[in-house]
Structure formats: structure tokens, C-alpha cells
């Protein structure tokens, strides 16, 4: 049983030895989970959310567990582009699946900036984190309307010499144009979505559980409205759509790539289940050859 | 999968778990993450962290000791024998275990790990001396099996557990229990420049170092990551301001 | 240890025995559940969503469960507005919780006309559901945006005698500029959130669950997006507020008053544990005594 | 909150499952909205019907017949005796049991209402004639104990049951089965102009007639609500076109 056939996967001109990707931030830049599963099996990785300088992250309490989902509040934690650059690309190259960085900003420069360091590095694919809030817009996120969301693709594909995977926030206006937007701002791809933003609170302390008040919540709880969402925006945009949300076995995968998504990715889930992708993967293949297909892609937006 | 060979409460709210086939058995201070639901069932999501409380070698087992708090520990406490429990780990960084006299401080449910790490200290280093301090809001648990391992225990209900300790001594100090306590202990020692381990407890995702939902800051600025870098770090690093 | 002094709640001048309220389409009239709790306890009882001339709702499967909520397509099958104006209004009166229509429609004249019909009875409250796709403007619901969810509440504002409590819709592009443009439009309070448009695939049958592709999300998965939006439009609005989204226990009810909710309403967690309504009231009234509140809406708004 | 007394597996995927402490036992054709889960857990969040398959008053029992078709009913399988369970009911119409002989028709796990059916109408008529006709897949299941009810039982492995009953009788039939079974045993009974009972299935979410989610067509173009208004009805109501 070879994955090779069935599972190809040809991602904007990238090809995936299968279409299971680890979502940024739920799987470092590869190595912590080297001990665990075995990592090499894995269609790709995109790393832990980069910003230009590195961030300490959030204060407070990160994560409160929500029926069938969590809310995070990291605050983009993380060591640095040039650190990226340095230290990690390296490791992650060694894993075996495909590199992808994730950026993130909150000033257009430090986007731009990013992503020219990024082009030292052979990555695979630069995933562009639109979800983070834009500071010269009143802390609105770049992500919530066309406009903003467009301007910084543009600007970065200008300036990276990387497929670009734009992933898309789900609290947009109306995800549907924002994807058409950044399909004509020059995307080479779609990744939708990222978290809900969502609350919690702590009723005996009498306040938010957590001191941005407002996170971010995923997992399975959510999967019904990504799917929705991937199913509109492939429908809409001619680029490749790589959906994620509270994906947990390989019937959810499937779901996605039916809805249109060319691949998916796994975050949540690999926290409780930490075999979850392999366990996709595996699943994946069987479903092939079950149902006689030459490779996956052959359902890819059937719905 | 692990199965489950014994789920006993102990105490109000309190449990000791057994369970048979783990991969590895692990060191004093590591952890186990412990799924108490089926893999196709999402809520509560998340593992577990829990600390290894005693292991036996020749049977095969791992021993926890936990607290039922929320959602997860409950269903955990309903688990029954020969059910089947997905578990990550060993996890975490561990003791240093030294070959000196030591000083454990254990607090409530803080208390778990030090039982392994007497029991490994005293197979060890058997002419080295052991004293436990436990503290406890209400009332004692397992105190016969801890003196049964240490030379020393001394008792604390109701009290601070670090008023009763003298921390200007040459015994390495090992502490485990709520933060304030650690703190509080932390700041005792440093009076006496002396420096301590203390095992930190925080909320965890993954258990294994990739999410960063644990990090916790240390006295340079940093930030390290309870469940990969710890949970066992020097009272310098992480409560020296 | 009685109910009336910590519990009794003025929502936009009914005054209700307490803040918990069965939601649209999850109760009936009001008697279905009769049988199994005692439903004379409840503050109020928000009726199966009205249309004017009634519906035999869609066909196909109509529920699908997910992690922690459930996709929901009744398509509003209803008896209609003259049926429960004639026949199930004085059965949910007899119940003994306040009287809460809920109205839908599919173009305006629709809503007028059933609006002026329920003129006929003396209900405490009337819920206008600007969820439904509306006809004239391609499908796009009512409550998509603030122009045409201003002019439905204005316009059945000018035909209705009853109190009016606008029922949001979270797919909103913008739900807070919904909220703000319906209070101005005359609109008594505001209820949400409605249900998420989510979807789900039959993998095996290689096709969408519902006939419609698109469904309702509700249950507690959602809980914290509808917290969020419950936060943020307290915050924005000055007419009261009434909280729904997955509330399963008097915690989370405390959690939606802290938020900024007035009262909350109740629905899925009723299909899988009937007295879900009965224990809130309950721990409601405990919390109070515990933390020495002389009423439930102290801790209104304090987050 | 109900006990379990028994869940035991009898064929692949197919359980038994006997609770006591229901407040009322219900009749023939009712069934129980039996939620696997504690209330403060929400993954599977709905309750599923089931239907009786038999009753015991003396010892204040009820037993349910079912299959594992998903994650709710892979839980309820997996749940011990003592442990609790959430139920709601006795729910639905019910079987009206004619004076009168009769036919049952049974396929798959939709034999399991007519057990307690085919009891309860020799308890109130002793010299009526109860034939049954079981219809399965692969292998039977319960034959003895449909047996030791019925004065004439009718197996049919792998084939259609529908085709060996003589629908031309002055007996009244009673069907439970697969939908596609149902039609073609009211197709059948149409042809010579007999109306039969046949109880329906449906996703539901309530059980009590709230919710509409299980509102079936009827063949004078109204809906009806299979939990409610049925799950009984007559074929000529809701399949006849």
C-alpha cells in the first residue's frame, strides 16, 4: 500500500506526497512532536506564526477549553523571522514535509520585511496571516474587508519569490470577497480558517478569562461553519483552497476536499490526539483504494 | 492505549490511578498527558497533564495521584478497570536527582511527584536522609506511604507548609504545590541565597512543547515552556524577579 | 427560598419571573414539553418561528449532529399566523411564562401582515427573526446588513402594538452595526444570536446532509462566538439585550448576564436534557442567595 | 436518571440493554429518549430513541433492543451496569393491540418493538393466533425468544420478508423494519385494499413533538410528527400516495 499515487497532491505547482498539512501553531516548526509521531509521513508543515522582530505573546491565561473546541490567545509568540531564518528553516527542511512558513504583522512593513528575509530561505510555500490586527486601522484586522486584505498580498508577492497561501480570517465581512480579492491581488492559493473570534468568562472572578478579553477558538465545535465557508469560497475563486477547521479524522478531511479544498490542515485535534494526521493520511489511502480512486483529487469539489 | 488497573478514590475528590501499558515509565517529576475520552469525542477536548506519582517497573505500571477539578478529571475519576485511556508521555524535563540529603515541600495536590522522586532518591542514595514537609487546607492523605519512604515528615494542616521549613541548610530543596506556596518558598530561600527546585504547574494544549499555551516567564525576560523546558525548573529562573 | 425578588427581571418593561426564556423553535407552543417539566416556571416562552401563511418546511433530512451542536433545516414549517393567533396563543398563555411570538418572512408585506394579525392577542412580547432569506434581495437574509434589518424593524414597529425584540442573525457581515441600526429603527430590545449558516457532507452518499446544502449551527459548540457578540453589542446598544447560544447550565447563563444580557434564552440543551431551563432557574436563584445579590441583574454588564 | 441492569452484546453491533428506575414503563410501539452521556457533556449532544423491547413490572424494569450505528450509540454500548443514564418518557403513540389475530413483520433491529407487542397481545388475548415473520441480512437474531411468544415464526435470511406473508388475511399487520420494507409491505397491502401499522423512523432531536425535526409526509399532503403523532401509523396515512 504506497501513498505515492493516491495521495499526490499538486498545490499551487508544490507537490505534497499526501494533502495533510499541520496547521501553523499547533506544531512548532516540526521537531516537538519528532518523539511522538512520526513526522516525515506528513504532507507538510507550516510553522509556528512568524513576525518580523518575535513576540513574547500574550499575558494571562492562554487557552480555556470549550465544548468540543479551545480558545487560545497566544499572541503570536515566537522567536523571530531572522531566528526562523537562522535556526529552524533547517529543521523543519529535515522533517521531510513540506516547509511552510506562516507570517504575520501588524504594520505593512513588518510584512514586507519578513517575507524579504524569508526569501533566503527555500521554503516550500509562505502562508500570509491576515487575521492579526492592523494597527494603522484602528487595530481592525487586515483580513475583515477586500480592500486591506488585497493591499497586502499585492504587496507581499511583489516582494516574495514563494507561493503565496493567503490564509483567510473567518470574522470577515464576507470571507467570500475577501478570497476574490486576494485572488486578484495575486494569491497563488487560499487556507481558510483561521480561529472564530470568541470569548469566555470566569463567572467566580468575575471577569474574562482572558486579558484581551476577546481569543480565538477552533476545533471540532467549529467544523460545520469552515466547511460552509471552504465550500463558498472554492466555488468562488480559481486558485487552490486549502481548508482547515476542527478537522479530526479522515471522514472530515474528505468532507473538505469535497467541499473543494485541495488540502487540508490539522491543528486542534493533534493536541488531544496527537496521531490525528497519520491517522488521516491512513485513512485517506484506504478510501482510495476502497473506492477506486487514482488519487484523491478525484473528489475534490464534487459538493 | 493504556488500560486501566485501578481507580481508587482516596480522598474527597481525590484519586489514585494504575494503568498498564505505557511504552515508557518515565522519572521523577515527568508527566503524562491522559485523554480520558475516545478518540472520536470532543468534549472536553484536551488531554490531560498529570504527574507521575509512583512507578512499578516490574509490573509494568504508572501510579497518578489527581484531583478531580473540572470536566476532564471527572471523567477520568469515572474511568473503570480494563478501560482503555489514550495517554502521551513520559513528558517534561524531571528532577535532578542529587546525591545529597533532601528537603520536599509538597502541597495538596502538589504532592504527587514527590513520592516518586523519595522512592528514586532513596534507591539511589540510601545513606542520604530524606525530610518531606506536606501541607494540606483540610486533612492529611496517604501520610503512612510517604513516611514509609522518607525519614523525615513533617505535617501541615491548615498552615503555611513553608513556615516549618528551614531553608538555610546545605539538603537540596524540592517543591511542588500552588504557585503561591512555591513563591512563597522561592522567596524564603532566596533570603538565604540559596536556590530550590520547583516543579510549576499551567494550563497545556499539547503537553509536548508546540503550542506554547504553557510558557511562563523567567526571571532573564524569556519565556520557557512549562511542559518541554519544565516542569521542573530552579526557583532562580522562573520566581527571582 | 422564592424566586420573585432575586430573579424578576424587567425586560424592555415585561416584567418576566425570571431572565430564562425557551427559544424559537425548540419549545413548540409551549405544551409539547408540559408532560415532562413543569414549564409554569419558565420566564418566557419564545414560540416555534411564525409566517404568515405557514410552511410545510423542507423537505429531507432536517437535523445532523456535530461536535457539541447541531445543524439544523426545519425551513420554519409552521401553522401560521391566523392558526396561532385562533388556536396556540391561548395555550402558551395558559402555560403561565410571558407570551413571546416569534415572526418570519420572506418579503415585507409578509411581515406586516402577520404583524398586524398578531395585533389580535395580547402577547408580551413580539420576535421578529430577520434570519430569513428575503426574497427581493436574492436570497440575502433580512439581517445581513443595517439598511434592510432598520427597515423591517421600522416598518413592523409602525404596524405593532407589542413590545418588539428584533432577533439577529450572527452571519451577519456586521453584527454590531445590525444591533445599532435596528435600535435606532425602533426596535425594543435585541435578541442573538440566531443560528451560524454551517454545512455538512454524507461522504458515503458523496452529497450534501440537507437538501438546502446549508444549515443552522447551534448548541454549545458556538457558545463562545455567541458570547462574543452578546459582549460586543451590549456594549454598543442602550435597549436591552436578550443572550442565546448554546447555554447549557446556569454558569454560562451567568456568563451571557455578565456579558451584558438581560435575560437568555434556552434551546438546543432542551432537546437533550429537558430540564436544562428548570436547572438554570434553579442556579440562578442559588448564586444569587450565595453571593448575597438582592437581584439577578446586579451583575448585568460588568464585564 | 435510570440504572443500567444489563447491556450486553448478543451479535455484531447488536446490544441488549435492561435500566430500572424509569418513573413509567410505557406500551408496545413506545420508545425512550436514552442519552448516553452526563448532562454537562455535549459530544454526541442529542439523545436517541429507542424503542421497548420488553418490560418486566414486577422488577420495574425496561429493556431496549439496539444497534450501534454511530458515536451515541457506540457510547451507550459501551456503558457497565450501575452506571447511570439519562432517559426520557415512555414517548409516542404506541401500538393500538387489536382483539383479533395478527401478523408482525420485523426487519433488521426493527424487530424490536414487536417483541413486547406479541407479549402484551397474548397477555390480553390468549387465543388469539400470533404469527411472526423476521427478516434479517445475514443471521438471525432472538429467534427462541420471538418463538416462545408467537405460535408460528417465519424466518427469512438474506431475502425479502415482505414477499412471504399472505397480505390478503382478516389478520391485523403490524410492520417495523427499514423504510424501503415498510413501502413494499404497504404496497403489497394496498393491492388488496388492506391497511396495515407500520412504525416509523426518523432522525429526531426532542422526542416530545417540539422540534419538527422528524416531521414525516402524509399521503393527504400534511406533516406529521413521527415522535408525536406516531411513530405508529397507519400505511394508508404515510405512505400511501
Known amino acids: ?303 | 492505549m493504556a488500560l486501566i488497573i485501578k481507580n481508587n478514590k482516596i480522598s474527597d475528590n481525590i484519586f489514585l490511578m494504575t494503568i498498564s501499558g505505557c511504552k515508557q515509565y518515565g522519572k521523577p517529576g515527568q508527566f503524562f498527558m491522559l485523554r480520558p475520552i475516545k478518540g472520536n469525542i470532543s468534549d472536553p477536548i484536551l488531554a490531560r497533564p498529570i504527574s507521575i506519582f509512583d512507578v512499578d517497573k516490574e509490573k509494568g505500571n504508572v501510579t497518578f495521584l489527581y484531583q478531580v477539578v473540572g470536566k476532564g478529571t471527572e471523567i477520568l475519576s469515572s474511568l473503570k478497570v480494563d478501560d482503555e485511556i489514550s495517554v502521551i508521555g513520559p513528558l517534561g524535563n524531571g528532577f535532578e536527582i542529587e546525591d545529597n540529603d533532601i528537603t520536599l515541600i509538597g502541597g495538596g495536590i502538589g504532592i504527587a511527584p514527590l513520592f516518586y522522586l523519595a522512592k528514586e532518591h532513596r534507591k539511589m542514595f540510601p545513606n542520604r536522609h530524606r525530610t518531606i514537609h506536606l501541607g494540606f487546607r483540610d486533612k492529611a492523605i496517604l501520610e503512612d506511604e510517604y513516611k514509609s519512604i522518607c525519614d523525615n515528615l513533617v505535617l501541615n494542616i491548615g498552615g503555611y507548609v513553608t513556615d516549618d521549613v528551614d531553608f538555610d541548610t546545605n539538603n537540596t530543596i524540592y517543591v511542588c504545590g500552588p504557585t503561591p506556596m512555591m513563591k512563597a518558598a522561592s522567596t524564603h530561600a532566596k533570603k538565604v541565597n540559596k536556590d530550590i527546585y520547583v516543579s510549576l504547574e499551567n494550563k497545556m494544549a499539547c503537553g509536548v512543547g508546540a503550542c506554547l499555551v504553557c510558557s511562563c516567564k523567567t526571571s532573564d525576560g524569556t519565556k520557557k515552556r512549562v511542559c518541554k523546558d519544565g516542569p521542573v525548573f530552579h526557583a532562580s529562573e522562573v520566581f527571582y524577579e
Chains 1, 3 share one sequence.
Open chain 1, 1 to 303: 500500500m504506497s501513498n505515492i499515487n493516491h495521495l499526490e497532491t499538486d498545490l499551487m505547482g508544490i507537490m505534497l506526497k499526501n494533502p495533510v498539512i499541520a496547521a501553523s501553531g499547533t506544531f512548532g516548526f516540526g521537531s516537538d512532536y519528532a518523539n511522538i509521531i512520526d513526522v516525515s509521513r506528513l504532507g507538510g508543515i507550516s510553522g509556528k506564526g512568524l513576525t518580523l522582530n518575535g513576540s513574547k505573546g500574550n499575558d494571562g491565561q492562554r487557552v480555556y477549553e470549550t465544548p468540543s473546541g479551545i480558545l487560545n490567545s497566544i499572541g503570536l509568540e515566537n522567536p523571530g523571522v531572522r531566528h526562523f531564518v537562522e535556526h529552524e528553516y533547517e529543521v523543519m527542511r529535515r522533517t521531510g514535509a513540506a516547509v511552510i512558513a506562516n507570517l504575520g504583522g501588524h504594520i505593512e512593513n513588518d510584512y514586507l520585511e519578513g517575507a524579504k528575509l524569508l526569501n533566503k530561505v527555500d521554503l516550500d510555500i509562505l502562508e500570509l496571516n491576515i487575521s492579526c490586527p492592523n494597527v494603522k486601522n484602528g487595530g481592525m484586522s487586515f483580513g475583515m474587508i477586500p480592500e486591506t486584505a488585497a493591499e497586502i498580498t499585492r504587496k507581499v508577492k511583489e516582494v516574495s519569490r514563494h507561493k503565496l497561501l493567503v490564509k483567510l480570517s473567518p470574522n470577515a465581512y464576507d470571507i467570500v470577497s475577501v478570497a476574490k480579492a486576494c485572488e486578484d491581488a495575486g494569491a497563488d492559493g487560499i487556507s481558510l480558517v483561521n480561529t472564530f473570534l470568541g470569548m469566555a468568562i470566569d463567572i467566580d472572578k468575575k471577569k474574562a478569562v482572558f486579558n484581551n478579553v476577546y481569543a480565538g477558538l477552533s476545533g471540532p465545535a467549529i467544523m460545520p461553519i469552515a466547511l460552509r465557508m471552504v465550500h463558498q469560497v472554492s466555488k468562488a475563486v480559481s486558485i487552490p483552497v486549502v481548508g482547515l477547521g476542527g478537522i479530526s479524522n479522515y471522514r472530515d478531511a474528505i468532507a473538505f476536499i469535497m467541499a473543494g479544498a485541495t488540502a487540508v490542515q490539522v491543528g486542534t485535534m493533534t493536541f488531544a490526539v496527537p496521531e490525528t494526521m497519520i491517522n488521516i493520511i491512513d485513512g485517506l489511502e484506504k478510501y482510495c483504494i476502497d473506492n477506486g480512486l487514482e488519487n484523491i483529487s478525484q473528489i475534490r469539489g464534487i459538493i
